[in-house]
């Protein structure tokens, strides 16, 4: 555009050099130079020179405006990178942040734990599947036997985004995955055997026993002639081995819309052998998880005839047992990052 007042011409060839040095080309609609450019309207006497002037201004204005429209489709050419590897190939060593060296770091205790209670799975037989850490509706409660607005859905508050993905609440969300993709083992007559940590998320009130993530660890088994003394007996066999000591098992009846029958799951006190201590609140039973019979429902959502195999499923939060094992009292110390606590078990 040609601007024929002298003033507007000299401002716009101004700020048209300052818009291609602004990082956020939008700034340029506040520059004082414009500004000063309407500040002069108004002394002027009424007539054509001051419209004439108001109309150069608006129309540098207008262009000023298009310019920085048009800049937000701009793309600068820029050399790919690799996002799975930010100090490898993209950045210079010289560039790249001096972290402290490995050698000063250590395991995290959920994690050192996480390998050891896998490790005894292995040995009696599992094989081990991570769970998600977002998934849909459909794995969180339909394929889980619970039904549109049923009342157990609300003991399962969660997080849930706008496009109505969630937070597993549970790694029971992994059930229908591992039934479907495995009942080609049963038919072969080798049984499905898994367990499945991960983080699950959940809307509580925080407290030394409560957190909004942790970790939790599923198990499922499905086989012919399957039934609750097979429940009973993997319990025992790796709680014993985990705390490395005889552990006793108590279950008493519960409900979940997933098994059936359903039971929530104590262990012996491994710290007072049943006489009363302040870690098992003088009962001498530590409440550990839920666990059942799988529901005829949850196998025929994956395809799997009830009435010739049967199973079961467990779930334990995988934090109070390290809690109970190193006699920790806060859950919340896990997730603070509090280099006093983490160094205790480097």
Known sequence: MEYRIPEIRKAAELLKSKLDSLEDKRTILR??????LYDRIKPLPPGKARADFGKEVNTLRDELEAQVASSKFQTAKLAPI???APFDVN????DRPNPLPAKYGSQHPLTA?????????YGMGFSAVESREIDDDYHMFTSLNFPPDHPARDEYDTFVTDEGLIAPAHT???????LKTHKKD??????????IPGRVFRNEDLDARHEHTFYQLE??????GINAGHLVATITAWLSNYFSKEVKIKIQPFYFPFTEPSFEFAASCPFCEEKGCSVCSYTGWIELGGC???HPNVFKEAGIDSRKYSGFAWGFGIERLVMLKYNIEDIRHFESANLKFLRQFS
């Open 91 to 94: 950045i210079k060593p010289a």
């Open 31 to 36: 520059a004082p130079e414009l500004q000063a």
């Open 113 to 121: 734990e996480l390998e050891l209670i896998l490790d005894i799975f």
């Open 82 to 84: 690799d996002v799975t």
């Open 219 to 224: 198990g499922v088994y499905a086989d012919e």
């Open 186 to 195: 049963l038919e072969a007559g080798k049984g499905i055997r898994f367990v």
């Open 292 to 294: 059942g019979m799988i």
């Open 172 to 178: 029971s969300i992994m059930q229908n995955r591992v």
